[in-house]
C-alpha cells in the first residue's frame, strides 16, 4: 500500500463544475502540500498545509490530521485548470516529499 | 527574482555512460532536493542537502550521488546509467532549516533519456 494514495486517478468535467480531489495518507508529516503538474513537467506549489483550510482564488485546500485526509477543491472549473494535481507530504525534520501518484483532471468546455 | 534552474532541460546517453545534472535554488534557499520522475508515475525522492551536508536519501542504488557547493547549488551524477533511468529529474530548492516545514519552489526539471 502507497504511503500517500490520491483518488481519483483520473476526473473529466465540464467548465463550471465543481472539482474534488481526495488525499489519505498513512505517514507522521510536518506538511501536506498540493502541487499542479502540465504537459512538459513543470511542477507549480499550490499550498502547504499543516492544519485547517487554505484558499487561493478559486483553490480551497483542507485537511484533517486526525483522520489523515486532505481534499483540494476547484470552484467554477476552466479549461486552463486541465493539469495533473498531485497530493506530497513532507515528512518529519526533513524536506523529503513522499508523493502520490496524481489526479489528471480534464475540463472540457 | 530567478526561479530554481536546472540543465539540460533534455539529455541523451547511452547505457554504461555517466551523467551530471545541475540545479541552482532560488536566491536564498540553502536546501535542494532531487526527486526523480518516471513517466505515468509521482516523483521519488533521491536527495535532499542543506548547508552542504546530505540530510537524507531515498532507496536509490549507489550509483546516483550527488553534492552541493558553497553557493548551493547542486550537482546529481549518475554512474553505469541502465535504461531505468530514462526519467524526469527534478530539482526542488526551499529554505529547508531543520524543525519547520517549507514551500518547495520546483525547477523545470531535466529529461532524461537513456538508449
Known amino acids: 500500500k502507497n504511503e500517500v494514495e490520491q483518488s481519483p486517478q483520473n476526473l473529466t468535467a465540464q467548465e463550471g463544475e465543481f472539482i474534488t480531489i481526495n488525499c489519505s495518507y498513512s505517514?507522521?508529516?510536518?506538511?501536506l502540500h498540493w502541487l499542479q503538474q502540465h504537459p512538459g513537467g513543470g511542477i507549480v506549489s499550490l499550498f502547504m498545509?499543516?492544519?485547517g483550510k487554505k484558499k487561493h482564488g478559486r483553490l480551497i485546500a483542507t485537511i484533517n490530521i486526525q483522520e489523515k485526509h486532505s481534499s483540494l477543491h476547484i470552484t467554477a472549473s476552466h479549461p486552463r485548470d486541465s493539469a495533473v494535481y498531485i497530493c506530497a507530504v513532507a515528512s518529519y525534520n526533513t524536506d523529503k516529499l513522499i508523493f502520490g501518484t496524481g489526479t489528471r483532471l480534464q475540463v472540457f468546455p | 527574482d530567478a526561479g530554481v534552474t536546472q540543465s539540460p532541460t533534455h539529455l541523451i546517453k547511452t547505457r554504461g555512460q555517466h551523467v551530471t545534472l545541475r540545479c541552482s535554488p532560488i536566491s536564498g534557499h540553502k536546501s535542494v532536493s532531487w526527486y526523480q520522475q518516471v513517466l505515468g508515475q509521482g516523483p521519488q525522492f533521491i536527495f535532499q542537502y542543506y548547508e552542504k551536508e546530505e540530510r537524507g536519501r531515498g532507496n536509490f542504488p549507489d550509483r546516483f550521488s550527488a553534492r552541493q557547493f558553497p553557493n548551493y547549488s547542486s550537482e546529481l551524477n549518475v554512474n553505469a546509467l541502465l535504461l531505468g533511468d530514462s526519467a524526469l529529474y527534478l530539482c526542488?530548492?526551499?529554505?529547508?532549516?531543520?524543525?519547520?516545514?517549507?514551500?518547495?519552489?520546483f525547477g523545470p526539471g531535466t529529461r532524461l533519456t537513456v538508449t
Open positions: 526542488a530548492s526551499s529554505f529547508g532549516r531543520t524543525g519547520e516545514p517549507y514551500e518547495q519552489y
Open positions: 498545509l499543516s492544519s
Open positions: 505517514v507522521g508529516i510536518s506538511a
